[in-house]
């Protein structure tokens, strides 16, 4: 399966095709004044359409206890008038996985909002894509968009990358985006370890707490306490 960012000019990225998307697409409307929260815990492919005054709420969970290839994506059309899209996601990367991610907001609707919001840690020679469009079309006036990505490098061997774009039909529009990656800092590694944390302690505590803010979306408990066993399970190299 194929799916390519919209500006092709940038294909020499490589980042362009994904490969082994799931043929199947989940389908999600939101009805005018309604909303819908997902928590995902195994991403595949998803389209949405969300009415006026609207709210789709998603967070994925890129973490599995086998340490496989995964591919995602995710398109969001916010439709009618003060649509909006919350999109949050985190993802561990090791071995040699390769962890691709594709994720779209078009703003059609009048004062429509969007956030992407996406964490990651990279360790072994894992290789990660994310790309996060925000596309203004024509007639989306007053609409506002904004996408962040943190990802905490473990490795000198992972390739990270990340392709954020922001694309406008409209003048009146307020789109940002940010991309932040890099190591632990070593002065707060040395800090927690003269605490008294190992290496891996120290590791998990700085992941969690990179993680935190999407985590505390998920009100289930049992959930969060699983997905911080498989964070941990990740640093120390289990299955």
Known sequence: MKSEIPIRTW?????????????EIREIHVNSNETISIVDTNPGRIRVTVEENAQFNYTGILIDDLVKDSATELIVELLGKKSSADIS???FGSENQKIDMNYIVKHFGKKSKSKIEIRG?????SNKIFRGTIDFQRGAKGSHGRENEEVTILSDSVRNRSVPILLSQEDDVDGQHAVSSGKIDPEKFFYLQSRGLDEIQAQKLIVQAAFNPILD???DESLRLEISNRIERRLVDEK
């Not at 294909?11 to 043929?23: A, M, T």
């Not at 840690?121 to 020679?125: N, R, T």
Request: aromatic fraction near 8%; charge should be negative.
């Open 89 to 91: 996601a985190i993802y």
């Open 217 to 219: 979306r998920i009100e």
């Open 121 to 125: 840690a990279l360790k072994d020679s």
């Open 11 to 23: 294909r020499w990225l490589g980042v362009n095709e994904i490969d082994n998307l799931p043929e």
